[in-house]
């Protein structure tokens, strides 16, 4: 059973992940090398508690968050650590070398990549066996799936030891049986953002109509009927009258779209620099944050409802 947990990097998915995890009893540590991060990661813990309380989460005994400055007192005694830094091969390295000599030969090391195969991560470890991967989906905190993926020398005990973790925390994991790039969720989530980029730069529809479009009809019918279970419901042969057009009507580009790159190099990067597809004021941001959580939290409130009848 595992006890200590350090969470490295503390951007957009380490605060909520490292609140979680303490909230189930666990005692985390969490370290950034920027300390203006860990500060801000401080200043989130209330938002992040509402929410989990309006989940009904409540925290169970034994938990703990501590902030660090020092990876040495982060991973000290540490039973898991889980790399949350940018991702960038060489950043990661640079991570699990630093790990080398401060862990003990126990503690099991996860990589909350999107989708750099693991590996190719694990080329950069001494001990590959005890590493897996571990993706969440933000925000974190309220994101109840989280991907297990194994590498080609990943330990069967270690991804089962993840497993284990996810269902005591009363979370669901999802193992992925093929260590492919964007693993599973990443997959879907990218062939929809390319075709919705095409769709948007290519003038059929507005990015604000798309998202209506998206979120009204696709997204709210996914999160109860997954993809699979929709063929079914639909039928396969109207599924395979329409792909029989269609399919080959899809983006297929393998480079990254202008309207992208454009904005990028501009550092309209979206919620984090007040400007991407839309612009935001810092008051819009706030209240924006606030809505979706309570709007996910009621939404995962009727799925939990749903799945209990
Ligand atoms: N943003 C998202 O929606 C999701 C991201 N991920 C993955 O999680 C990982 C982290 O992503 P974000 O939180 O979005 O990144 P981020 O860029 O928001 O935060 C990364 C944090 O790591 C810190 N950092 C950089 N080098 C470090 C080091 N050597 N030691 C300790 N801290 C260091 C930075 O100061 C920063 O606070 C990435 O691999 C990303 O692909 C996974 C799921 C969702
Ligand atoms: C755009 C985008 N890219 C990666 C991830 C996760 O790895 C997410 C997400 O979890 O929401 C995302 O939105």
């Given at each position: 059973m595992m006890k200590r947990i350090a969470v490295i990097g503390l951007g957009t998915m380490g605060p909520g992940m490292a609140q979680r995890l303490a909230q189930g009893g666990l005692v985390v540590t969490a370290f950034d090398t920027d300390g203006a991060q860990i500060e801000k990661a401080k200043a989130m813990l209330p938002l992040i508690t509402g929410v989990l309380d309006r989940l009904g989460i409540t925290p169970k005994p034994g938990g703990a968050l501590h902030f660090t400055t020092s990876l040495a007192d982060a991973v000290k005694d540490a039973d898991l650590v889980i790399e949350n830094v940018p991702e960038k091969i060489e950043i990661k390295a640079d991570v699990y070398r630093a790990l080398e000599g401060l862990i003990a030969s126990k503690t099991l090391v996860v990589s909350d990549t999107s989708g750099i195969p693991i590996s190719k991560l694990q080329e950069?470890?001494?001990?590959?066996?005890r590493f897996c991967g571990m993706h969440w989906s933000n925000p974190p905190h309220i994101i109840p799936m989280i991907e297990v993926i194994s590498g080609a020398?990943?330990?069967p005990e270690t991804a089962k030891a993840i497993v284990t973790l996810i269902e005591e925390l009363g979370l669901l994991p999802v193992v992925v049986n093929k260590d492919v790039p964007g693993f599973v969720e990443n997959r879907i989530l990218y062939a929809l953002l390319r075709e919705a980029v095409d769709l948007v730069e290519e003038g059929v529809i507005a990015p604000e109509a798309l998202d209506t479009c998206v979120s009204w009809g696709i997204g709210y019918k996914l999160s109860v009927i997954g993809p699979m279970a929709l063929l079914d419901v639909a039928g396969l042969d109207i599924y395979h009258s329409v792909a029989g057009f269609l399919n080959q009507e899809l983006s297929t580009r393998g480079d990254i779209a202008p309207f992208v790159t454009k904005r990028v190099a501009e550092k309209r990067l979206g919620l984090k620099t007040g400007g991407g597809v839309y612009a935001y004021t810092p008051e819009r941001i706030k209240e924006l944050g606030a809505e979706r959580a309570r709007k996910l939290v009621a939404v995962r409130r009727a799925l939990e409802e749903k799945d209990r009848t």
């Amino acid at each position: 059973m595992m006890k200590r947990i350090a969470v490295i990097g503390l951007g957009t998915m380490g605060p909520g992940m490292a609140q979680r995890l303490a909230q189930g009893g666990l005692v985390v540590t969490a370290f950034d090398t920027d300390g203006a991060q860990i500060e801000k990661a401080k200043a989130m813990l209330p938002l992040i508690t509402g929410v989990l309380d309006r989940l009904g989460i409540t925290p169970k005994p034994g938990g703990a968050l501590h902030f660090t400055t020092s990876l040495a007192d982060a991973v000290k005694d540490a039973d898991l650590v889980i790399e949350n830094v940018p991702e960038k091969i060489e950043i990661k390295a640079d991570v699990y070398r630093a790990l080398e000599g401060l862990i003990a030969s126990k503690t099991l090391v996860v990589s909350d990549t999107s989708g750099i195969p693991i590996s190719k991560l694990q080329e950069h470890l001494s001990h590959p066996e005890r590493f897996c991967g571990m993706h969440w989906s933000n925000p974190p905190h309220i994101i109840p799936m989280i991907e297990v993926i194994s590498g080609a020398k990943t330990a069967p005990e270690t991804a089962k030891a993840i497993v284990t973790l996810i269902e005591e925390l009363g979370l669901l994991p999802v193992v992925v049986n093929k260590d492919v790039p964007g693993f599973v969720e990443n997959r879907i989530l990218y062939a929809l953002l390319r075709e919705a980029v095409d769709l948007v730069e290519e003038g059929v529809i507005a990015p604000e109509a798309l998202d209506t479009c998206v979120s009204w009809g696709i997204g709210y019918k996914l999160s109860v009927i997954g993809p699979m279970a929709l063929l079914d419901v639909a039928g396969l042969d109207i599924y395979h009258s329409v792909a029989g057009f269609l399919n080959q009507e899809l983006s297929t580009r393998g480079d990254i779209a202008p309207f992208v790159t454009k904005r990028v190099a501009e550092k309209r990067l979206g919620l984090k620099t007040g400007g991407g597809v839309y612009a935001y004021t810092p008051e819009r941001i706030k209240e924006l944050g606030a809505e979706r959580a309570r709007k996910l939290v009621a939404v995962r409130r009727a799925l939990e409802e749903k799945d209990r009848t």
